[in-house]
């Protein structure tokens, strides 16, 4: 009797884990639809948007085949299949940009914000209606690059065929399957050597930076230390009162990883912050500490969001799209989270060209190409 009680209490036991392990499945695999619809969603409009704002062109079938493909899981399973809407305004450009994920909830919305913040996905069940995002105190004058000669500019120096490089990387799988690559530029001393762009991008097509950001995120606390703004040797402000151990964690830390805090994943994806429409602050700041500051590395674009959270208070003055201008580097554009938060662990969009303007900075020790210290 006591046998088939216990046995009969395991199979009710299996029961109900197995009922509960399909439930959590279920949950996750609507999660993960609606997170794969604010990615959908932010690409559209973060890649149209900042091509156009920078003088180029972008269709949605190029983002598609592009930006939408080879994407992590499990997001690459659905994304192709959700439905999207381009919705424009009186001025022809982009309003937001919708994806329907679920029958019983409102699309997920990237909303266009402007020229100097582009787009910014907007949270889980936001209602649907009019949108608009400007995002203020960030009106800084974006010029239209000029002209430049487009096509391949074929360049050798100490027997290098440049040209014949650039070509092999643009080619399918020209470095190995499945490998794609959609610009090629070399410089040295300031001279273009080599330059090259597959079909679909012209020279002036800002792209996605992914975590080049975080080096972009870097050179903006580089920036304010210079001016006197920041200390990276002091607080990073974190914790929720003075006693709070967090408050040992210094901009230095962060800046290198080095918080001691917990993070989801290593890799730290920060899907909710990313796709999800949740808040930088919700989202990087509040995770808990386990081990000393400046003991221990781990990969965590809650760090490099954290750091740029520092210095928050000097973008009012110094907006990034300002600092970019005085690079030169006036086709990149770094996107907020809905609240106008920076998102500089990823979602920024330069061009090569821009990158490159970046790099000559480092290379001459903190000045920009017209002999101005910007970095300490």
């Known amino acids: 009797m006591i046998r088939t009680a216990l046995a009969a209490?395991?199979?009710?036991?299996?029961?109900?884990?197995?009922?509960?392990?399909?439930?959590?499945?279920?949950?996750?695999?609507?999660?993960?639809?609606?997170?794969?619809?604010?990615?959908?969603?932010?690409?559209?409009?973060?890649?149209?948007?900042?091509?156009?704002?920078?003088?180029?062109?972008?269709?949605?079938?190029?983002?598609?085949?592009?930006?939408?493909?080879?994407?992590?899981?499990?997001?690459?399973?659905?994304?192709?299949?959700?439905?999207?809407?381009?919705?424009?305004?009186?001025?022809?450009?982009?309003?937001?940009?919708?994806?329907?994920?679920?029958?019983?909830?409102?699309?997920r919305i990237a909303v266009y914000r402007g020229p100097q913040t582009e787009c910014a996905v907007q949270p889980l069940g936001l209602p649907e209606g009019p949108r608009s995002g400007a995002a203020p105190g960030l009106a800084v004058s974006r010029d239209i690059l000029p002209p430049k000669e487009e096509g391949m500019m074929p360049g050798g120096r100490a027997g290098l065929d440049l040209a014949a490089s650039v070509k092999r990387a643009l080619a399918p799988d020209g470095y190995g399957k499945g490998v794609r690559t959609t610009r090629v530029l070399v410089m040295h001393e300031g001279t273009t050597l080599a330059d090259g762009y597959s079909e679909d991008f012209a020279w002036r097509t800002p792209q996605r930076t992914w975590s080049v950001a975080?080096?972009?995120?870097?050179?903006?606390?580089?920036?304010?230390?210079?001016?006197?703004?920041?200390?990276?040797?002091?607080?990073?402000?974190?914790?929720?009162?003075?006693?709070?151990?967090?408050?040992?964690?210094?901009?230095?830390?962060?800046?290198?990883?080095?918080?001691?805090?917990?993070?989801?994943?290593?890799?730290?994806?920060?899907?909710?912050l990313y796709f999800g429409g949740a808040s930088m602050e919700e989202v990087a700041l509040d995770w808990p500490l386990i081990a000393a500051p400046g003991s221990t590395f781990r990969y965590a674009n809650n760090d490099t969001l954290a750091a740029v959270a520092s210095i928050k208070a000097t973008f009012a003055a110094h907006p990034p799209a300002e600092f970019f201008a005085k690079l030169g580097m006036i086709g990149t554009v770094a996107e907020t989270d809905w609240q106008g938060d920076y998102v500089l662990s990823s979602q920024v969009w330069a061009t090569a060209d821009d990158l490159a303007g970046l790099r000559v900075v480092d290379l001459n020790d903190g000045n920009n190409p017209s002999g101005t210290r910007i970095l300490p």
């Open 214 to 272: 975080k080096s972009i995120a870097a050179t903006l606390v580089g920036a304010a230390v210079y001016r006197g703004e920041a200390d990276v040797n002091a607080s990073a402000g974190l914790g929720l009162a003075d006693n709070d151990p967090r408050r040992a964690i210094t901009i230095d830390h962060l800046l290198r990883m080095a918080s001691g805090r917990h993070s989801d994943t290593p890799g730290n994806r920060t899907d909710p």
């Open 9 to 107: 209490t395991t199979l009710l036991l299996a029961a109900v884990s197995a009922a509960a392990q399909t439930q959590q499945e279920a949950l996750d695999a609507r999660y993960n639809r609606a997170l794969a619809a604010g990615y959908k969603a932010l690409m559209l409009c973060g890649a149209i948007s900042s091509a156009e704002a920078n003088g180029a062109e972008r269709s949605a079938e190029s983002v598609i085949e592009w930006e939408l493909v080879g994407i992590q899981t499990p997001f690459d399973a659905v994304v192709a299949e959700l439905p999207h809407e381009i919705v424009r305004g009186p001025s022809g450009k982009i309003a937001h940009v919708a994806v329907r994920w679920a029958e019983d909830m409102p699309p």
